[in-house]
Antibody
Framework: EVQLVQSGAEVKKPGESLKISCKGS????????IGWVRQMPGKGLEWMGI????????RYSPSFQGQVTISADKSISTAYLQWSSLKASDTAMYYC????????????WGQGTLVTVSS | VIWMTQSPSLLSASTGDRVTISCRMS??????LAWYQQKPGKAPELLIY???TLQSGVPSRFSGSGSGTDFTLTISCLQSEDFATYYC?????????FGPGTKVDIK
């Protein structure tokens, strides 16, 4: 069974750093792109970026380029999303999602990680 | 960047209704379009990919059509569990982008 399991909720202060994770299981982790999606409170889905764990090829949305870093450790089938200096506006739910085979969209999603940034 | 619009943004409907949601692209994307359903407090779920292919396990009352710049999601007979927000997404070129969403609520 394909699963993406994300790390737990985080409460941070502005200026702090953070790295959240998304662990894949039940499939060949290195063979599928993994993307990250932001959903601010009461708002829609925003595509942040994506990584191919097989070779670490990474693409970002211009809106998030330079604001976050996406990485992966294929030895433990885990993708990451990190911030070096959080802002209050980073408060949101973050989802990881696998880009499915044969041009099929994002077929499996993590449960989401809620990040709250508040002083 | 490919921009997307969805209409309507809010759709009030009753159980049993046929509903249609539209998604328009700023440029052609062939059939590289997906539709997702999201319920409050839950992760999105893939309904349709390649514009018209039903994801495994999704009820057949959902259907998708279109290619190029104009796409449609249709729910043929709305059920109570279908009240949710629906998003289209293009995956033709990076950055992949989502539409702003259509909330389907109870009339």
């Amino acid at each position: 069974e394909v699963q993406l399991v994300q790390s737990g909720a985080e409460v941070k202060k502005p200026g702090e750093s953070l790295k959240i994770s998304c662990k894949g299981s039940g499939y060949s982790f290195t063979s599928y792109w993994i993307g990250w999606v932001r959903q601010m409170p009461g708002k829609g889905l925003e595509w942040m970026g994506i990584i191919y764990p097989g070779d670490s090829d990474t693409r970002y949305s211009p809106s998030f380029q330079g604001q976050v870093t996406i990485s992966a450790d294929k030895s433990i089938s885990t993708a990451y999303l990190q911030w070096s200096s959080l802002k209050a506006s980073d408060t949101a739910m973050y989802y990881c999602a696998r880009q499915g085979p044969n041009s099929s969209g994002s077929d499996y999603w993590g449960q989401g990680t809620l990040v709250t940034v508040s002083s | 960047v490919i921009w997307m619009t969805q209409s309507p943004s809010l759709l009030s409907a009753s159980t049993g209704d046929r509903v249609t949601i539209s998604c328009r692209m700023s440029q052609g994307i062939s059939s590289y379009l997906a539709w997702y359903q999201q319920k409050p407090g839950k992760a999105p779920e893939l309904l349709i990919y390649a514009a018209s292919t039903l994801q495994s396990g999704v009820p057949s009352r959902f259907s998708g059509s279109g290619s190029g710049t104009d796409f449609t999601l249709t729910i043929s007979c709305l059920q109570s569990e279908d009240f949710a927000t629906y998003y289209c997404q293009q995956y033709y070129s990076f950055p992949f982008t989502f539409g702003p969403g259509t909330k389907v609520d109870i009339k």
